[in-house]
């Protein structure tokens, strides 16, 4: 490649144990395809702004798709991206289904997000 001197791939050969151990202490492949489908879960604004509101509290559809000035059948295509990466969980109420964050994670990916943004 232009631009990469000796140097460079002197230094790579000098830093072979960096090397090892980074590829020790490398996830497989599959964790690390899951990991880049979460953060593209992630990468929609909508979603996003659905994981605020049930940072909040949790909510039904109807609230959700009201509070956003959306369709209930757009919030509820997005709940189930959101359901199949494991970021919401459903309770039902009788015929009512109310969704909230999965677990803290998911807040600390929120907050942690934020802060960075924030920064």
Same mark, same amino acid.
């Given at each position: ?64 798709a ?7 059948? *757009?919030?509820?295509h997005? &709940? =189930? ?6 970021? %919401?969980?459903?309770?039902? +109420?009788?015929? *009512?289904?109310?969704?909230? &964050? =999965? ?6 990916? %929120?907050?942690?997000?934020? +802060?960075?943004v924030?920064?």
């Amino acid at each position: 490649m232009p631009g990469l001197s000796a140097q460079c791939c002197d230094l790579l050969h000098i830093r072979q144990n960096v090397a090892a151990n980074v590829e020790r202490t490398m996830p497989s492949e599959d964790a690390l395809f899951e990991l880049s489908e979460l953060f593209k879960t992630f990468g929609d604004s909508t979603r996003i702004r659905i994981l605020f509101c049930l940072f909040i509290d949790e909510m039904c559809v109807c609230d959700i798709a009201n509070l956003l000035g959306m369709s209930q059948s *757009a919030i509820s295509h997005q &709940l =189930a991206v959101l359901k199949r990466q494991k970021l %919401i969980k459903a309770r039902r +109420d009788g015929k *009512a289904v109310f969704y909230s &964050l =999965a677990d803290d994670h998911v807040r600390t990916i %929120i907050n942690q997000g934020m +802060d960075h943004v924030n920064e």
